[in-house]
């Protein structure tokens, strides 16, 4: 496989340092929680599609809450 690394914003509805703990403590890295809302996300060859998946998921349950 060959080497990537991506990084990327995305902008939340709450503020990040509030989603990254909650899912901090459901053992999930959510990213590094910058300005305001601001979430800066990674991926390289070594992340797997499960664990995207993961995170989208409980990305979505926690923006709910």
Do not use: H, Q, W
Request: with cysteine.
């Amino acid at each position: 496989t060959e080497s990537f690394f991506n990084e990327f914003v995305i902008e939340l509805s709450r503020p990040a340092k509030d989603i990254v703990a909650a899912l901090t403590d459901k053992k999930i890295i959510a990213g590094y929680a910058l300005e305001d809302n601001k979430l800066l996300l990674a991926a390289t060859e070594m992340t797997r599609g499960e664990d995207m998946r993961a995170l989208c998921d409980a990305l979505k349950a926690e923006l709910k809450a």
